[in-house]
């Protein structure tokens, strides 16, 4: 059987580029960067899953088979969120009405 | 690959009595060769885990939402975490993905003693995640008053945002609950590889379940890897005075 079997040092780099964008993201977070913050935390969760992913999951070195289901995983993945927000994101929201709630909701003063 | 789609194209290596001495005692009837049985067990995990995917995208979805309608009530209950507990779990989830995967290439190398090691190590380190997370700051968030149906107070510097900041807490508890309820199956699921590993069932040819289970075990800890900077980080860690 073929076992890829990957070198030690592969996993410990791995290891320490997680601990390094763990650190990065912490530190990233305390900078008011305005709305890029959520757009660099995003990115660099998205680095660790891809490291994640290809190297301590073994996708690198699996079929195409198993790339092409991991791919649609997140393709779904992403269909379940573009749609979702480009309904709720667009949508001319009616004021609530004041017996709803305290009164004082975001979306009542819009 | 290749094997699991030529499947059926007339080799019969398969069926032939003589050829089936050679096979590794591992290899179950419905398989031509240890390859494909791997690759079948391996696509079985991707394929339940793209389900996980979507179990867990429903509740990142739904976050998103309600975040961009209640920004501030949001960022009040991020501020509100503290950044120091989600970190340190975030870095202890990632000791435990190495250990892992390090568990699997001993068993990829055939040392059994270092598998066993390995998988307790990573046993000890999700317990220490569940330790930080349960009797640190979930404790917290209770002596807080941070518990939504529990025991949740909306505080004065609020305003208005105290419904928003609650919903934020469900969130956070719901999210955090059920990546918890999956690293405490993971776990489990650890607790036999550990006993099955002691008894020398793994080999450099058989070490699917290892494998498929250190997929499920990464998958909890990418799950946390976007929790954690969604939860505890954007937004929350300035701009709004005092707190942690």
């Known amino acids: 059987m073929s076992s890829h079997v990957v070198p030690l040092k592969v996993y410990v780099g791995v290891f320490l580029a997680l601990l390094f964008f763990t650190g990065l993201t ?5 900078i008011d960067l305005g709305p890029l ?4 935390a995003l990115a660099i969760a998205t680095v660790k899953m891809l490291l994640v992913i290809l190297f301590f999951m073994h996708v690198r070195s699996s079929s195409g088979l198993t790339r092409v289901v991991v791919a649609a995983g997140f393709f779904w993945l992403a269909l379940l969120i573009a749609f979702t927000l480009s309904d709720e994101l667009t949508r001319q929201w009616s004021p609530i009405p004041s017996s709803w709630g305290p009164g004082t909701s975001q979306s009542q003063t819009q | 690959m290749a094997d699991l789609v030529a499947h059926g194209s007339g080799h019969d290596a398969a069926h032939d009595p003589a050829a089936t001495h050679s096979h590794s005692p591992d290899l179950k009837h419905q398989f031509d060769n240890m390859t494909q049985q791997f690759e079948a067990g391996n696509l079985g995990m991707w394929v339940f885990l793209a389900t996980e995917v979507l179990f867990f995208g429903g509740l990142f ?6 975040r961009s309608l209640y920004l501030p009530g949001f960022e009040i209950g991020s501020h509100l975490l503290d950044v120091r507990f989600g970190a340190t779990n975030t870095a202890v989830l990632i000791c435990s ?27 000890l380190l999700g317990a220490a995640f569940l330790g930080i997370k349960f009797t640190f700051e979930w404790r917290n968030d209770y002596l807080e008053h941070l518990v939504p149906g529990v025991d949740f107070l909306y505080r004065p510097e609020w305003g208005g945002n105290g419904p928003h900041v609650q919903l934020f807490f469900i969130f956070y508890f719901i999210m955090t609950s059920i990546h918890a309820l999956h690293m405490i199956i993971g776990i489990g699921l ?43 980080l954007i937004g929350g860690r300035y701009g709004i005075g005092g707190g942690h």
Do not use: C
């Open chain 1, 26 to 30: 912490t530190w990233v977070a305390f």
């Open chain 1, 37 to 40: 913050n959520t757009v660099v």
């Open chain 2, 61 to 66: 979805a739904s976050y998103t939402v309600y």
């Open chain 2, 97 to 123: 993905s190495l250990t892992m995967a390090l568990a699997i290439r001993a068993a990829q190398t055939g040392q059994r003693k270092a598998q066993v090691i390995l998988l307790v190590l990573t046993m």
């Open chain 2, 190 to 232: 650890l607790s036999v590889l550990t006993w099955m590993a002691a008894r020398g069932r793994f080999s450099p040819d058989y070490y699917t379940p290892l494998e498929v289970s250190g997929l499920y075990w990464h998958f909890v800890d990418i799950v946390w890897i976007f929790l954690f900077p969604l939860l505890y």
